[in-house]
């Protein structure tokens, strides 16, 4: 009897740990949460909407829209949507906007040593050298510490090499530096001082309000950035005449800029995704630039019957000699300024010898194909 008691009680026992282990089971399983919506992004560009640098803003977008599978969506507006071209960094520092897309020298009015992530010769660095010195050479930090210096709330990351920018667009060709004297001539960033130096009346004006100003005579001449650029916004309907290579802005690249409360408010994946977004698109802008431009720079000279002439070396060594006086007062005037200005020279001198003693002259090579007697001249 003891033992039938005993079988039964287990019996009794071990069902009912099964029965309690399920209801265990039941309770732990994982609550089934909604979905969330995407996160959206409301963007300006500092450009018009036909220039190719919307185009640019809008790649970005695009591959950030992507990659996050579209828990991420950046719509970008053109320059003037919002607010004036000008007024970028103020509109994403207080949160009017979520994010934009220009360039740092438009920035210059707030603090001058914004504009020497571009605006210059970049101490015989090309653009890309430029970024590197960025990402690699203490220029992040110190982008970072100038931004915090005027109390802007942004995250800023510099991207997109630009190719040397032409002298720009005149009535007749530049023989010497004299033919600039007396001009009204638009330019932006440090470049206002140096055009300013050889005797240059500047305007700073955005690039979607530069050939009205041409066409209206508030302009005599003007530079803006690239073929394809000056194609789309229309400088050939105002000049026939285009000064190619410059110092004043051998060095330039683009700004992608996100609100810092925005941008530090989302997860941190997604964070990550923009900074690799942010190379990515840096890459495939300096590779269709090479495309588009190169077709523009026919099409200037076959369709729109313009001239290009390339500008006399006597104009080229002013501008360095002008910028350098330029600089000397703004260091003298701006720490930071300075503090720039020394890092961006010691990354220059030794990544600009490794580059002259290491990269092979391409002259010789177009000469050799495309030259008078070239082997593949036709």
């Known amino acids: 009897m003891t033992k039938e008691i ?8 071990l069902r009912g740990s099964a029965m ?3 209801a265990t089971v039941t309770v732990a399983a994982p609550t089934v949460v909604k979905a969330q919506g995407p996160i959206t992004m409301r963007w300006q560009s500092t450009w018009p909407a036909k220039d190719i640098f919307h185009e640019y803003a809008l790649d970005f977008a695009k591959k950030v829209n992507d990659m996050t599978g579209g828990d991420l969506k950046i719509d970008v507006l053109p320059a003037g949507a919002v607010v004036p071209a000008f007024q970028l960094l103020d509109a994403v520092s207080k949160g009017t906007l979520d994010g934009g897309h220009g360039v740092l020298v438009y920035h210059y009015g707030k603090q001058t040593a914004l504009a020497l992530w571009g605006s210059g010769p970049g101490y015989a660095m090309d653009a890309n050298m430029l970024l590197a010195w960025h990402k690699y050479g ?46 009204k001539y638009r330019t932006v960033g440090i470049s206002i001082d140096v055009f300013t130096g050889m005797g240059v009346a ?4 955005p690039g979607g309000e530069i050939v009205s100003a041409m066409d209206r005579g508030l302009l005599d001449a003007a530079e803006f950035n690239n073929a394809t650029s000056d194609r789309l916004l229309g400088f050939a309907d105002v000049s026939k005449v285009c000064m190619l290579q410059s110092y004043h802005q051998n060095a330039e690249q683009f700004e992608i800029m996100f609100n810092k409360a925005r941008f530090d408010a989302l ?28 077709k523009d720079y026919i099409e200037l000279q076959q369709k729109d019957k313009v001239r290009f002439f390339k500008t006399p070396d006597a ?34 001198r030794r990544a600009t010898q490794w580059e002259q003693d290491t990269v092979v002259g ?11 007697t070239g082997v593949k001249k036709g």
């Open 6 to 13: 005993t079988a039964t009680s287990r019996r009794r026992f």
């Open 20 to 22: 309690a282990a399920a």
């Open 138 to 183: 203490g220029g992040k930090e110190l982008l970072a510490k100038l931004y915090a210096s005027i109390g802007a709330n942004v995250v800023s990351f510099p991207y997109g090499p630009m190719p040397t920018q032409p002298l720009g667009w005149f009535k007749k060709p530049i023989a010497k530096a004299e033919d600039l004297a007396g001009l």
């Open 202 to 205: 500047v305007n700073a004006l």
């Open 267 to 294: 997860p941190e994946k997604m964070r990550a995704i923009i900074s690799n977004a942010v190379e990515a698109a840096s890459s495939d802008m300096s590779w269709k630039a090479i495309d588009r431009y190169s």
């Open 315 to 348: 104009i080229l060594k002013k501008q360095l000699e002008i910028y350098d006086q330029v600089v000397d007062k703004k260091s003298a005037e701006n720490p930071l300024f300075k503090e720039i200005v020394e890092s961006q020279l010691a990354f220059a």
């Open 362 to 372: 391409r002259k010789m090579a177009y000469d050799h194909y495309f030259g008078p």
